[in-house]
């Protein structure tokens, strides 16, 4: 520990002994680090925060995809809003204009402010402008008008986007319409000259297929009639018309004018629900009731009183019998007809084939012109209704949420910090100088270092004595060495009194 001190104590007198060299590095390092600090220019950052909310007043579903294409449209103008276009805006609307004489200057001046404006999303359509120039109020300004630049871009060109849109829409449904009126008149033509005859509709093929899936399904309701008609044959004939017993049954009245009562019941109850002449249901109970009425004629009077009363399950089972037989008969007659149209069809195009391919190609392209005509018309009618909707009220909702800063101290450089480096740095370089200094030279500052040194032993050492000149002149210049660090000292505090009056002079 004593060998530390000793050391120390050792090296703490080489560099006060030199300390002239030590004062003179020191202002050295200073000088030169301040006036370096200094040449580094201001730069000064003025920050704002916006909110674009979408709303539309269209409902729900009116229009899916107005709210997605609005929201990649302020993505688009967030990620181009630094483009040269918009930054020789912000050039010619500050006071950047002043400092430019020609478009290769404005152009040079967009270009370093490509580097020193930030565009930075924090969530959902809330992000961040950052602008930095060497005043504050240049850099408020520059913020302030991307924020303008903003708004336009979002609000002008949209709707200026939306017409544009409606005339181009316009002129391609124009000529779109020319040509689906051609293919109408084509198609009503075709189907005067070939197809007017035919049944059905739609080209010869279609109409084949049609006709086919028809009596394909003509041919399942057959079949399940007439099965259904056997069954209720059969149930009838092990029904007896008549039953024992006359005090049930009015006197005279036989099974078939039994039946001629019930059918004109049913046509009454037919009639009373609407139905006219021509209705299936009244056309097939007037064929039931007429033979009836033929039956009740050839049945003898007093056939009921003679066998018993007729029997009232009999006479339900030959009513639905009728009608199952109605329904087979139509189903019958509804075949044929479908058998008929097909065999027509067939034989069409079988005779002439060429006919049902220009057909189907006609029919194509009209249901194509179609299609696209119909598709156009309703995006047409989509962004009329949106252009409407941005006429009325703004699409877009901007909204600042934190104005545009007004800087009080520079983002760059720290000058205080940098400031307060170079003057330790000078301290510490000039007391380094120093001790190196007193490495470099050969001189002992004990008997023990010289007599180490020499090898030969020390007999005394001799104090320095000093006459009174030399005192007073030594006192004095310790007084100018004080005098020397002092006025570093102060030359630092005056550095930062000036910093702080540029920084008020600034805001």
């Known amino acids: 520990m004593t060998g530390l001190y000793e050391e120390i104590r050792i090296a703490a007198h080489a560099i006060w002994t030199r300390r002239w060299l030590a004062l003179a590095i020191a202002w050295g390092i200073c000088i030169l680090g301040w006036l370096a600090v200094s040449q580094i220019p201001s730069r000064y950052e003025s920050r704002a925060r916006v909110f674009v909310q979408m709303r539309s007043i269209l409902p729900a579903g009116a229009d899916p995809s107005a709210m997605g294409d609005q929201q990649r449209d302020i993505d688009t103008v967030r990620q181009t809003l630094t483009s040269s276009v918009n930054l020789q805006k912000v050039v010619r609307g500050t006071d950047l204009a002043k400092t430019v004489s020609s478009d290769r200057d404005i152009a040079d001046r967009a270009a370093g402010l490509q580097n020193a404006i930030k565009i930075t999303a924090q969530q959902d359509n809330l992000f961040e402008i950052v602008s930095t120039a060497a005043s504050p109020k240049l850099a408020t300004s520059i913020t302030q008008k991307l924020i303008d630049i903003f708004v336009e871009t979002n609000l002008s060109d949209d709707r200026q986007q939306s017409s544009q849109t409606l005339q181009f829409l ?130 003898p009077a007093g056939a009921a009183a003679a066998g018993g009363v007729p029997n009232p399950a009999h006479v339900s089972l030959q009513s639905m ?46 249901t194509v012109l179609k299609d696209q005509y119909d598709r156009l018309l309703a995006q047409r009618e989509q962004v009329n209704l949106r252009s409407q909707a941005q006429t009325q009220t703004d699409a877009v909702k901007f909204s600042v949420i934190d104005p545009p800063t007004q800087p009080r101290a520079p983002s760059a450089p720290n000058r205080v910090l940098l400031l307060t480096g170079v003057l330790i740095a000078g301290i510490f370089g000039g007391i380094g100088g120093a001790f190196a200094m007193s490495r470099v030279q050969a001189t002992f500052p004990t008997a023990q270092r010289l007599e180490k040194a020499s090898g030969m032993p020390v007999i005394g050492s001799i104090g320095e004595m000093l006459t009174r000149r030399q005192a007073e002149l030594r006192r004095k210049r310790l007084k100018l060495f004080a005098g020397g660090v002092g006025a570093l000292g102060v030359s630092y505090v005056a550095l930062l009194g000036v910093e702080m009056l540029q920084r008020g002079l600034a805001a």
Request: charged share 20%; hydrophobic share 40%.
């Open 321 to 366: 019998m009728a009608d199952r037989q109605a329904n087979v008969a139509a189903l019958r007659i509804r075949r044929q007809q479908l058998q008929g149209d097909l065999d027509t069809l067939n034989a069409k195009l079988t005779e002439d084939p060429e006919v049902a391919a220009q057909q189907g190609e006609i029919e194509r392209n009209y």
């Open 170 to 299: 316009d002129g391609q449904l124009e000529t779109l319409g020319g040509k689906l009126q051609d293919a109408e008149a084509k198609r009503a033509d075709f189907q005067n000259r070939y197809l007017g005859s035919l049944p059905g509709t739609g080209s010869v093929s279609d109409r084949i297929g049609a006709a086919r899936a028809q009596l394909s399904q003509v041919d399942g309701d057959l079949a399940a009639a007439s099965t259904s008609l056997a069954a209720l044959q059969g149930q009838l004939a092990g029904t007896p018309a008549t039953i024992a017993g006359g005090g049930g049954g009015a006197p005279g009245v036989g099974p078939a004018r039994a039946r001629v009562a019930a059918i004109q019941g049913q046509l009454a109850d037919a009639r009373g629900r609407g139905y006219t002449d021509n209705h299936p249901d009244v056309v097939a109970l007037k064929a039931q009731l007429a033979q009836a009425q033929a039956a009740a004629r050839s049945e």
